[in-house]
């Protein structure tokens, strides 16, 4: 349980370095309609996540 445990912290971490911009360039260049899916659902967890950021600051 340990090593997923690493393996899930390691990709929630590769996950927040990455901006909207870097996601839909992502989804641009993606080969296969689950890819862009994959990506748009990123994409969405980083707007959600800005909007509730500044929704926050009111």
Do not use: C, H, P, W
């Amino acid at each position: 349980m340990e090593n997923i445990n690493k393996k899930n912290n390691n990709l929630y971490e590769q996950f927040l370095k990455y901006s909207y911009a870097d996601l839909k360039e992502l989804f641009k260049k993606a080969k296969t309609k689950d890819e862009q899916d994959f990506y748009i659902a990123l994409s969405e967890i980083v707007l959600q996540r800005e909007q509730e950021r500044v929704i926050g600051k009111d």
